[in-house]
């Protein structure tokens, strides 16, 4: 803001940067980022997967979830096998090299994963991985 006053007869001009409205700005940009944080993290399926010691990263294509209460969801979408179905149906059209990665929480029963394993297989897909945690243990050889 620059203003203009008289002193001994000379006219000095004094300009001084303002930078309330800066910082008020930059306030206002924090708190909403801080606000949409949140939901941008929380958006995930809380899954207990069983751990293992030989697992290793892979691309995937679709992600199949089975929650310990049974429900699924692929790619973080509520759904049943017959949606299931569809999606790989779908997705096969655009890639014939679809991979499918299945979550299933430690308490979910052996013969549901074997189903859905069997469902993917059926649809065509032979690249399938199942999730896992890594082992915790300081040890990771096997016995």
Do not use: C, W
Not at 12 to 37: C, G, H
């Amino acid at each position: 803001m620059a203003s203009t006053f008289k002193r001994d007869d000379e006219e000095d001009i004094i300009a001084d940067i303002n930078v309330t409205p800066f910082v008020d700005v930059s306030l206002v940009l924090l708190i909403i980022f801080m606000v949409t944080a949140t939901y941008i993290v929380a958006q995930s399926i809380p899954v207990d997967l069983p751990e293992a010691a030989t697992g290793e990263d892979i691309v995937t294509t679709l992600t199949v979830t089975i929650t310990a209460d049974g429900t699924m969801y692929v790619d973080g979408k509520k759904s049943g096998e017959t949606a299931l179905e569809q999606t790989i149906s779908r997705t096969r059209k655009n890639n014939d090299e679809v991979r499918v990665v299945i979550a299933a929480d430690a308490k979910v029963s052996h013969g549901r994963v074997v189903r859905i394993i069997d469902l993917v297989r059926q649809l065509g897909v032979s690249r399938f991985a199942i999730n896992i945690d890594a082992k915790k243990d300081e040890d990771s050889s096997p016995p």
